[in-house]
Nanobody
Framework: QVQLVQSGEGLVQAGGSLRLSCAAS????????MSWFRQAPGKEREFVAA???????SYANSVKGRFTISRDNAKNTVYLQVNDLKAEDTAVYFC??????????????WGQGTQVTVSS
């Protein structure tokens, strides 16, 4: 019952910034665990950030201090602000919604993915 539509992909030089958006329809994002994952070429999908219904945030160690997840309830949209981008941040980024959590078996809905490419 939830559709996640992502936007904000781009090509950025190292040190640059982007804001990725994940607009939801059908249900309020504030009632889900919302998260961002990414998959780099030749690598497995990895967790990036998450925010729960209260607003508590969680981040992978690799992005702490550089990435920020946020939620705009009025727009029913979750964002990932990515700052100080590094070449190793290059990946397809996916937003996800989980009613029970963000584990592999707890994701109920996925966005279509947005490409972030960082040139070194």
């Amino acid at each position: 019952q939830v559709q996640l539509v992502q936007s904000g992909e781009g090509l950025v030089q190292a040190g640059g910034s982007l804001r990725l958006s994940c607009a939801a329809s059908g249900r309020a994002v504030s009632t889900y665990f919302m998260s961002w994952f990414r998959q780099a070429p030749g690598k497995e999908r990895e967790f990036v950030a998450a925010i729960n219904w209260i607003g508590s945030e969680s981040y992978a160690n690799s992005v702490k201090g550089r990435f920020t997840i946020s939620r705009d309830n009025a727009k029913n949209t979750v964002y990932l602000q990515v700052n100080d981008l590094k070449a190793e941040d290059t990946a397809v980024y996916f937003c996800a919604a989980g009613r029970r959590g963000i584990g592999a078996n707890e994701i109920d809905y996925w966005g279509q993915g947005t490409q972030v490419t960082v040139s070194s």
